[in-house]
């Protein structure tokens, strides 16, 4: 899960996190997921997960009645807020998202996180879906979004672990090189994984990312 090695690299490389967004390869995905995650998310009140700088927040904005940006590198959110979002709508806080804190149940009809889901362990996965539920409560609406692996584009992986987690080997702005874990989910595992705490599954695969929509049960 979120491990040093990987919220020292997201802290390092804070000032460039949105460049994969940059890709002009990716522009049709994006346009088509932004379509499909504000559908989703109209009138919701929203917890952001891992908000990053929040690219994502700037749009769920747009729709949802309010949005709780996180994340648990505060490099991330100091320039999460200078995007001069809507105060009324959006909110910022620090927060672990493997370690969430209590009382947060019935405050939010909605979860999301962009990346996150690949930074879990898959024998973790179950069981962390159990704690969002039992976290959050019953018939939460659950978005996660995450990238396709594409040879060429995507890094590749430096091993694999006997879980087969796979891991590839970062180098951040500050010189120094990382072994992040990154997994990369086929529709068949995600719908195996899910398939015991949520209902109402819906998996997106676009070239670049997949979308993947369910309620907590």
Same mark, same amino acid.
């Given at each position: ?6 919220? &020292?690299?997201? @802290? %390092?490389? *804070? ?8 890709? !002009?390869?990716?522009?049709?995905? #994006? ?8 559908e ?7 917890l ?20 709780h ?7 991330m959110i100091?320039l999460a ?15 672990d998202a ?6 947060l149940?019935? &405050?939010?009809? @909605? %979860?999301? *996180?962009?990346?996150?889901?690949s930074?879990?362990?898959? !024998?973790?996965?179950e069981?962390? #879906? ?8 019953k ?12 040879d ?11 879980e ?29 994984r ?24």
């Amino acid at each position: 899960m979120i491990t040093n090695q990987l919220t &020292q690299f997201y @802290a %390092v490389n *804070a000032d460039n996190y949105d460049q994969v967004y940059a890709q !002009e390869e990716r522009f049709d995905d #994006l346009d088509d997921l932004q379509e499909m995650v504000a559908e989703l998310f109209q009138g919701h009140k929203v917890l952001e997960l891992a908000c990053g700088t929040a690219y994502w927040t700037d749009l769920i904005a747009e729709v949802a009645e309010s949005v709780h940006a996180t994340d648990i590198v505060p490099e991330m959110i100091a320039l999460a807020e200078t995007r001069g979002l809507d105060e009324d709508v959006v909110t910022f806080g620090v927060m672990d998202a493997f370690n969430l804190p209590d009382g947060l149940e019935g &405050q939010y009809t @909605a %979860v999301f *996180a962009a990346g996150l889901w690949s930074h879990v362990k898959r !024998e973790d996965q179950e069981k962390y #879906l159990k704690t969002l539920r039992a976290k959050l409560g019953k018939d939460v609406l659950l978005v996660l979004l995450d990238e396709t692996y594409v040879d060429g584009n995507s890094m590749v992986f430096a091993r694999t672990d006997l879980e087969g987690n796979t891991f590839q080997i970062l180098t951040a702005d500050d010189g120094q090189r990382y072994e992040i874990m990154k997994n990369y989910l086929t529709d068949s595992t995600l719908r195996k994984r899910f398939s015991t705490s949520t209902r109402q599954i819906r998996v997106e695969r676009l070239e670049y990312y997949y979308l993947l929509s369910c309620k907590l049960k």
